[in-house]
């Protein structure tokens, strides 16, 4: 019986697995580009899309809108219980941070806002957008409402120099953290912020956090998919059943 063909997108994503894997591509080489990609295949455009598609989906690559296509580095994980600083978190693992303030204004809130914050429809906030980056790469868009009876000066802060995380956890220490993740497809700003296309799946982390007077921020932490992974670590007795 003959061997069924492989199809020539399978084709692509297993030469440009086998250039990362024997370390011909190391992390962060911009491969080869589409237009390469189709003459060496004779493929079409689209067939040569589809491959770097579920090859970022998978965690092989990442790209960035304007610039192309770049060997994934080993996902960052990040522990989904704790609230860490971010500029802390890539100095640790040997990068570079640095950040982009897109916005830091108070704002009238809509209903969603203010039920995140116990606040009335109408009534103002403090409101942050930040881009965190490591090694010059978008990681996290931090977007961010703040309580400005807690945080009064918030709106004073550079935060090129010290992240909100920081600042808050400073001056309002938190008594209690709710965390609730998701998956999304990134909107047009967002796909912006973080340079990546309308196909690349993100992790969305809405944190609240409160301290003893009520709740000081509300903020969404969005990660684009193939640059970001979180996990949780917990240690459980060893005479629990597992069951219950």
Known sequence: MPEEKVPIYQEIKNHIISN??????????????????VNEF??????VNRALRELTMEGWLYRIKGLGTFVARKKIKSELLEIRN?????IERGGTYSCEVKLLEKEVIDHHIASMLGFSKGDEAFHSVIV???DGIPVQLADRWVNPALAPDYLSMDFTKTTPNVYLTEKVPYSKVEHILEVIMPRESVQDYLNINAFE?????????????GIVTYVSLI??????????????????????
Not at 42 to 47: D, H, I, K, L, V
Not at 201 to 213: G, I
């Open 20 to 37: 990362i894997e024997s370390g011909h591509w190391l992390e962060d080489i911009q491969i080869t580009s589409e237009n390469d990609l």
């Open 201 to 213: 799946p993100c992790l969305l982390l809405h944190r609240r956090t409160w301290s003893k007077k």
């Open 42 to 47: 004779g493929a079409s455009r689209m067939t």
């Open 86 to 90: 971010i500029a802390e978190e890539i």
């Open 223 to 244: 990660h684009p998919g193939s640059r970001y992974k979180m996990g949780v670590e917990f240690e459980t007795s060893n005479h629990s059943s597992g069951n219950g």
């Open 132 to 134: 965190h980056l490591e």
